[in-house]
């Protein structure tokens, strides 16, 4: 299958999101020309502004005020050489309804689709972000640990990109409006990305795919935010901590995957640029971070902020022994990720915070 080339035409969705708007800048720095959908006509402006240096020719935008709307990519999609689709509602606090995070999901995806075999057929390739979320299993195959650090691991599974979530579709079908957020989440990226793969067996079309499953997205904003009340939702888990918000009882923390947002960003590039990465899921995972790890780095890097929880630092190593692992070694071998470290990753992000918010 054809891949793309410097200069192609590449559709972003979702482009003023945290991930979305490093993968429209990643597109521009490796010499493409980037269509962002956008939600109103000030994000868009936000995001033209933003890349205004990248030339005339390099960055414009479409309206997609709803992406479960039949159609509403039509236009997005007409002339562009590939589609990155990163549009897909991501929270797991006070979800209400699962299906708030399923339907647009799904519609999403499946809605961009249709709209490509209509107006765009003969496009190149399609990297649609999924999540490690659709790999982990956190009930049927859980880890099995103490918090106490000398109290050693039993058991530490490892995930690939063979594996699927098959617990939150289950959940989500016996619980309905009483499921688990996680789970809701969980839920939408696991039918979404099965509905993408699904449509591509189904429909045999001329362009191929590709999936790109990070864990926790962390680092520096680029995206409008007016307030640290409404950063998204992998940001804010570090944030609390850096705004003096959580205390010494909260420590460790729950751990979760990470990786930082410009080699998420890439991976999608080179996902559309590397004939190997056809047909493909990419986890990008960089290791697991308990919320001890940032605190540890605000205290070295950033000792001026007060009431930031000590806990005990310099322990991840082994608190690390004790969680899953995913596997992000075949994005680094077929799509030359080379991942940030955790340090620098945590200072850009505080450092990017700091410069829009008081803290």
Known sequence: ???????????????????????????????????????????????????????????????????????????????????????????????????DLIQPAIKGTTGLLKSIQKNNPNLKRVVVTSSSLAIYCMESKPPTYHFGLSLGLR???????????????????????????????????????????????????????????PPLVIGPIIHECESPLKVNTSVAMFYVFAAGMKKEEDLPAPYHGWVNVSDVALAHVRALESPEAAGERFITANGFVFGQDYCDVLHKRFPDLPNVPVGQPDTHEERNKQVPTFDGSKAAKVLGIKYTPFEETVVDMGNSLRERFTF
Do not use: C
Request: net charge negative.
């Open 1 to 99: 299958m054809p891949t793309i080339s410097k200069g192609d035409y590449i559709l972003v969705t979702g482009a003023s999101g945290f991930i979305a708007s490093h993968t429209a800048l990643a597109f521009l720095n490796a010499g493409y020309r980037v269509r962002g959908s956008v939600r109103s006509e000030a994000k868009g402006e936000y995001l033209a502004k933003l890349f205004a240096d990248k030339g005339e020719s390099g960055f414009d935008y479409v309206l997609v005020d709803d992406i479960t709307k039949d159609g509403v990519f039509d236009e997005a999609v007409k002339g562009v050489d590939a589609v990155a689709h990163l549009a897909s509602p991501f929270y797991i606090l006070d979800v209400k309804d699962p299906q």
């Open 155 to 213: 058991s530490r599974p490892s995930y690939t990109e063979k594996d699927w979530n098959e617990d939150a579709v289950p959940h989500v079908e016996k619980m309905g409006l009483g499921s688990v957020g996680f789970h809701s989440y969980s839920a939408s990226k696991v039918l979404a990305e099965k509905a993408f793969w699904k449509f591509i067996e189904d429909e045999k079309p001329s362009w191929d795919g590709v999936t790109v499953n």
